[in-house]
T-cell receptor, first 113, second 111 residues
């Protein structure tokens, strides 16, 4: 069964902390994505990656960075967390030639105090 | 203006009703049209997708794409309480490398 897992379901951090969100997929997918989901704003793409060590900015990359050292793992980093980064963070993966078929993880609800 | 606009809802219907969920878009390069379902406190899951114009049916669900009008729909027949969720439309072109999502419509089916 296809699976995307995220390291935490709920996370509470303080302003200024460095935050790591981890995502692992077991489907050998080439593409991986990080989104944030906010009421009234929908799903917004932060970063995506086509391959190991490759990354592309999405629509809202400011304040975030990513790392993909292994094919199955895609990390989202908040260098200095701020309250406006409180959100639901969703990771997804898809096969290389089928970006239309994305498989999502359960999400991480991040609260920055 | 957003590239993808989705009827905001929320939508509340009685069990057994036919439900219509709709999105419009502005980018004529979109070729793949997807519908995702998201239950509360879960990640979205892909329901079905359509390539280019036309209809696609999967059980009680029918996806319809009209590229000339830049309008897509998802119909749910004989709706069930288990269909209560947020439905997201999404679109992509083969060269984009990413999908563009609508904001979602929350559906409640009452027993």
């Amino acid at each position: 069964d296809v699976k995307v897992t995220q390291s935490s379901r709920y996370l509470v951090k303080r302003t200024g902390e460095k935050v790591f969100l981890e995502c692992v997929q077991d489907m050998d997918h080439e593409n991986m994505f990080w989104y944030r989901q906010d009421p009234g704003l929908g799903l917004r793409l932060i970063y995506f990656s086509y391959d190991v060590k490759m990354k592309e900015k999405g629509d809202i990359p400011e304040g975030y960075s990513v790392s993909r050292e292994k094919k199955e793992r895609f990390s989202l980093i908040l260098e200095s967390a701020s309250t406006n980064q409180t959100s639901m963070y969703l990771c997804a993966s898809s096969p290389g030639t089928r970006v239309n078929e994305q498989f999502f993880g359960p999400g991480t609800r991040l609260t920055v105090l | 203006q957003k590239e993808v606009e989705q009827d905001p809802g929320p939508l509340s219907v009685p069990e057994g009703a036919i439900v219509s969920l709709n999105c419009t878009y502005s980018n004529s390069a979109f070729q793949y049209f997807m519908w995702y379902r998201q239950y509360s406190r879960k990640g979205p899951e892909l329901l079905m997708y359509t390539y280019s114009s036309g209809n696609k049916e999967d059980g009680r669900f029918t996806a319809q794409v009209d590229k000339s009008s830049k309008y897509i729909s998802l119909f749910i027949r004989d709706s069930q309480p288990s269909d209560s969720a947020t439905y997201l439309c999404a679109m992509t072109n083969t060269n984009a490398g990413k999908s563009t999502f609508g904001d979602g419509t929350t559906l409640t089916v009452k027993p």
